[in-house]
């Protein structure tokens, strides 16, 4: 398909906005599901609480984070990785649910990415106030998979560069329900989130939730 940036098209019945190569906007793609998803999440934030990680350089990140899944990201004093257990509990991080899999599985094939399977869910808390400062994800070993980005509760806006931290940015505003997905060259360009701005939202109260799908190992 070959279309202008920014602009939309139907796929699979949803609209779906190319926002840079091999990278997808698909609005509203999670909305039916929210219900599900909000009570999945508070049985694996039961099992595996969000927590605050330190980088590696020592400095409490604002946003709050847990896992589900295979493996689950975690960051400390030795550095960023996934890892098998979670370093809270010392147990297995909660299991990935079949409706979070096929919500990324199907999102990735309205991008085009056949044969996604992550296994891996960060799982992001934003109150309000807390951003996400401009990064690469590059933990991961196959950087021809694609990531799987699913926004929950207040909207925030998103930053997205290029392959190099002075790359031009754009902006985009992601709301309750959206899904992002990013592969090809796109996948290892810089992004970030702006701070969250106060609101409220009727299913997840003053927050922001973001759920990340990985095949990271
Ligand atoms: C663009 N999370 O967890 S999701 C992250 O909203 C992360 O919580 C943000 O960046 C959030 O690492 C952004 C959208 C996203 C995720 C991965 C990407 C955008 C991406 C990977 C490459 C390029
Ligand atoms: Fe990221």
């Keep these: 398909m070959n279309l202008d940036l920014f602009s939309s098209v139907i796929k699979d019945g ?38 605050q990680m330190k980088t590696p350089g020592g400095q409490l990140m604002s946003v709050k984070m847990t896992n589900c899944g295979e493996v689950g990201w975690v960051s400390d004093h030795l550095g960023y990785r996934y890892q098998t257990l979670d370093p809270v509990s ?8 079949e409706e979070f899999k096929s919500l990324a599985k199907n999102a ?20 309000v106030g807390t951003r996400l400062s401009l990064h690469q994800d590059k933990d991961e070993i196959d950087f021809d998979q694609p990531i799987v980005s699913v926004s929950l509760g207040l909207p925030v806006t998103f930053v997205f560069g ?18 992002v997905v990013w592969g090809g060259k796109s ?11 106060a609101g409220e939202h009727e299913l997840f109260s003053h927050y922001r939730v973001n759920l990340t799908f990985r095949k990271a190992i």
């Design 14 to 51: 949803n609209v779906a906005t190319h926002i840079s190569d091999q990278a997808w906007h698909l609005e509203g793609f999670a909305t039916a599901l929210e219900i599900q998803l909000r009570d999945l999440l508070r049985s694996i934030i039961k099992q595996a609480p969000f927590r």
């Design 187 to 197: 996948r290892l360009a810089f992004h970030g989130v702006l701070p969250l701005e």
């Design 108 to 127: 990735a094939a309205t991008a085009g990415f056949e044969n996604f399977k992550p296994d891996a869910c960060l799982i992001n808390l934003y109150p």
């Design 162 to 179: 290029g392959l190099e931290r002075s790359s031009p940015q754009t902006k985009i505003k992601l709301h309750h329900g959206d899904v």
């Design 90 to 97: 010392n147990l297995p991080w909660p299991a990935m649910p």
